[in-house]
């Protein structure tokens, strides 16, 4: 039996920083485990609100505020990784908070994640650190063309980030990311994104589910399918690199790797990790016993992880927009699994629930 001696017990209360949808379906998860949650996010009227037990809405920098939320909960997560290393560092002062500093520290900061992998031996994109006109200047002379300046902070979904074709082009990349501290980085000439969903527990057991092949429009996530297509040995070379990045940053809790496989070699360049569960997760709900969300919640709650095996084989559609208002037709769907997150304003771009379509098992 693993040692869970530290496992709060039912009625226990989940602190939750962030009320976006990851953090509606960690409560959710943690409501069938007879947990409580509470989340603390500062805009009024967030999503996770409508199903947590609790809710704080207050500025990341609240002191007061943290201080009594902490003395509320018996963990505190977070469900986006932009929480700042303060606020962090205040509440783990009063109450464990999971995953811990490092990990953040390390997902935070695009610069610090490539070193934290190549010092680890594990294979990313090229990268030059770009404080300024002359470094990417320099930067180019060495890595070359086609390249990608990426802000070090802060960037998601394609933002803060500005492709560069020919050299002539950095001054409007410069521009592009608002001369923030950056990294250039090599183009790396992939055929397929995957990514493993990986969990660690207290006691340092992990599990990490089958790879997902992920697809994006308008660079945000569109499909991620199971299984990815790829062999038994890439998945499990995969796999393997999650669990080694997690044991290393002695991370609890689940977190999201994004993985490149490159072109004709079919080699694995890590893109970036995510310290909470993950969009090309959500195939999970349908597809294993246990969900990321669930075993977020047995992680950060000290409980005994449940198996990451899948019975089924899993399409999950993200409805981004005006996608969901085909809700009704999709209600119909046999074996599909259909989540709205309850938001009001369908915009543009917005991410307003997904479909997850299952079928029999074609491997595994
Ligand atoms: P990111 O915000 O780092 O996840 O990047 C967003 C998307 O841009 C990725 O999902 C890739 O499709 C693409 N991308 C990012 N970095 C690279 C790279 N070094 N080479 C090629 N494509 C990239």
């Not at 001369?179 to 397929?192: D, M, P, R, Y």
């Not at 493993?196 to 991620?224: C, F, K, M, Q, W």
């Not at 393997?240 to 940053?249: N, Q």
């Not at 915009?347 to 074609?362: E, F, Q, W």
Request: proline share 5%.
């Amino acid at each position: 039996m693993p040692d869970t001696s530290g496992a709060l017990p039912p009625g226990s209360t989940i602190g939750i920083l962030g009320g976006g949808q990851l953090g509606r379906m960690l409560a959710m998860a943690a409501a069938r485990l007879g947990l409580k949650t509470h989340i603390y996010c500062p805009e009024a009227g967030c999503t996770a609100a409508q199903v947590a037990d609790a809710t704080t809405i207050a500025a990341y920098d609240d002191e007061a505020a943290l201080q009594a939320f902490a003395a509320a909960v018996d963990v505190v997560t977070y469900e986006f990784e932009n929480v700042p290393t303060d606020t962090a560092a205040l509440l783990a002062r009063h109450v464990p908070v999971r995953p811990g500093a490092r990990a953040l520290a390390v997902a935070q900061d695009r610069l610090a994640e490539k070193s934290f992998m190549g010092n680890l031996g594990i294979k990313t994109a090229p990268f030059a650190d770009v404080t300024g006109p002359a470094d990417l200047a320099a930067a180019l002379d060495e890595i070359g063309t086609p390249a990608i300046l990426k802000t070090r902070r802060l960037g998601y979904d394609g933002k803060g980030q500005a492709r560069i074709n020919d050299k002539a082009a950095a001054f409007d990349a410069w521009d592009a990311v608002k001369h923030q501290a950056s990294i250039l980085e090599g183009f790396v000439n992939f055929e397929a994104e995957i990514s493993v969903i990986v969990a660690r527990g207290i006691d340092g057991t992990t599990a990490a589910y089958d790879p997902a092949r992920n697809d994006h429009e308008n660079h945000i996530l569109s499909l991620s399918t199971v299984p990815s297509g790829y062999s038994n040995e890439i998945e499990a070379k995969a796999r393997a690199l999650a669990e080694k990045i997690a044991a290393e940053l002695d991370y609890v809790g689940v977190m999201g790797v994004e993985l490149f496989v490159v072109a004709d070699t079919q080699d694995l360049v890590v893109n970036e990790i995510a310290p909470r569960v993950h969009n090309s997760g959500h195939w999970t709900l349908e597809g294993c016993t246990v969900s990321q969300f669930e075993q977020h919640m047995r992680a950060v709650a000290g409980w005994p992880l449940g198996s990451p095996e899948r019975h089924s084989d899993a399409q999950m559609t993200n409805l981004i927009g005006d996608d969901v208002d085909a809700w009704l037709e999709m209600a119909a769907e046999p074996n599909t699994g259909l989540h709205l997150y309850g938001k009001g304003d369908a915009r543009p771009g917005r991410k307003m629930g997904h479909i997850t379509r299952i079928t029999p098992m074609t491997t595994g």
